[in-house]
């Protein structure tokens, strides 16, 4: 079954098409692995964000989380689509400049920055820096003097929300290592933060409960819980904060039976809980930052693989081994995750069977997808996985010195490469 989302088709030849582009061609242009994004769809998830925020909140932004994906081109779209980028790194940060994304526009994020990092963040002048803990916060502080600098920061908190998602992607818990505890310590950072007013400009608060979410009611909950901390720090230090993140974490569908909500209703339900607990606790509404990476980003992407060797092992299963694997892909292999997949080559043809799709890694766990129901598998069909525009070339590696593949954004029938193919020189580039 080919999956529904943005540009992709089944084209009159029977080949899968995106952007307008058939992806036996870009395979052949391009070569396998290949990453191929539908820009159409990123720039529609960018203004569907937008607009349902504009529609349900009288103030807010959205904030693309550059961990899911974040090269130049990327950037660039971001910029023109007028978001906001969470940046959580020195090398993330680099790229957003790089690609000359207005610094203003900028979330530094990170449980460890390091002093070096956060000297470039301020350097760059990024909007805001969200602050994870109280060794941060005295760091900032000193170089804010060094520098004769004000710094305009949010305190991450967790909101004890845990919301069902896979453990390594939860973040709102309480036993975790990202943000500040509620209340307690939260409300130390905010009296530390509050005391130093020539060096630092606290606007508000971030919380993030996790990635991969379906469920609306976590957000809501976590929505609550914020307002109702703000509301405390108003009444224990007169601060009213007027700037409220909540973090990423709406689902995607990985597979066609998958129903996470859509953006419109997502955005619409946190939205009415921020309002509702605004009003309850007589605040003032802050302004509203949405977060997301995977939501804007995830379902735009697939990714082409040539199929190699095939492998029965009778009463068990199919092995049918492409020519990449978890060096571009680890999600199957650390959270379990559950992609669909068809021969782009055969796309209207129907399915006869399970094979389990293997990568070329020297690991037995380099498994992509454990059961891909699939027509008739031979070697030399274009395999194509759906909904890996996040985290995947994101966490991609040169795990046996494999070389990364391109990523090409393709739109009203025409390729641009985005991201060349690593070559072997690559690979050994920095060995001395
Ligand atoms: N904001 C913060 C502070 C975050 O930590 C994250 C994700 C996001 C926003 C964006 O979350 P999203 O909307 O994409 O769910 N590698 C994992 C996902 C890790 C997410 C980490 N933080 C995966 O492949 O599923």
Do not use: W
Not at 112 to 119: I, P
Not at 255 to 277: G, H, M, Y
Not at 278 to 291: G, I, Q, S, T, V
């Amino acid at each position: 079954m080919v999956m529904q989302a943005g540009t992709i088709q089944v084209n009159t030849k029977g080949h899968l098409e995106i952007g307008g582009c058939d992806t036996l061609e870009l395979a052949g242009q391009y070569g396998t692995p290949l990453f191929v994004m539908d820009e159409e769809l990123l720039r529609k998830n960018c203004r569907r964000f937008r607009n349902a925020l504009r529609q349900y909140y009288p103030h807010g932004q959205v904030i693309f989380a550059g961990k899911a994906f974040l090269v130049l081109a990327m950037a660039r779209i971001l910029g023109e689509e007028g978001l906001g980028l969470d940046v959580v790194s020195g090398g993330e940060l680099y790229t957003a400049l790089k690609a000359e994304f207005p610094a203003e526009r900028l979330f530094f994020h990170g449980n460890n920055k390091s002093v070096v990092e956060l000297t470039e963040a301020l350097d760059a002048g990024v909007g805001r820096v969200v602050v994870d803990s109280i060794m941060e916060l005295d760091d900032i502080i000193a170089l804010a003097r060094e520098n004769g600098k004000k710094v305009a920061v949010l305190l991450r908190v967790r909101p004890g929300v845990e919301a069902h998602t896979h453990e390594y992607i939860q973040t709102g818990q309480e036993d975790s290592k990202f943000g500040f505890a509620l209340e307690k310590e939260a409300m130390e950072a905010v009296q530390r933060a509050l005391s130093v007013p020539q060096h630092l400009q606290l606007t508000g608060f971030h919380c993030h409960i996790g990635s991969q979410i379906f469920q609306i009611e976590p957000f809501a909950l976590a929505a609550r819980t914020m307002i109702h901390f703000m509301a405390l720090v108003r009444q224990q230090t007169g601060f009213v904060a007027s700037q409220l993140n909540m973090g990423g974490g709406l689902g995607i569908r990985y597979r066609s039976s998958d129903a996470p909500p859509t953006i419109e209703a997502f955005v619409a339900n946190l939205t009415t809980a921020v309002l509702q607990a605004a009003k309850e606790e007589d605040f003032p509404l802050p302004e509203l930052l949405l977060e997301p990476g995977r939501a804007i980003c995830g379902e735009a992407g697939i990714t082409l693989y040539r199929v190699g060797v095939i492998k029965n092992i009778p009463g068990i299963r199919r092995y049918v081994s492409v020519d990449g694997g978890m060096m571009d892909n680890i999600r199957t292999a650390l959270y379990g995750a559950d992609y669909e997949a068809v021969l782009a080559n055969k796309a209207n043809r129907e399915g006869v069977g399970n094979v389990t799709i293997a990568g070329k890694a020297c690991e037995s766990g380099d498994i992509l997808i454990y059961e891909s129901f699939l027509p008739q598998v031979e070697k030399g069909d274009l395999l194509a996985i759906f909904s890996t525009g996040a985290y995947c070339y994101a966490m991609a590696s040169n795990y046996n010195r494999n070389p990364r593949p391109a990523v090409v954004f393709v739109r009203n029938g025409k390729g641009r490469v985005v991201v060349r193919r690593e070559s072997y020189e690559h690979v050994a580039a920095l060995d001395l």
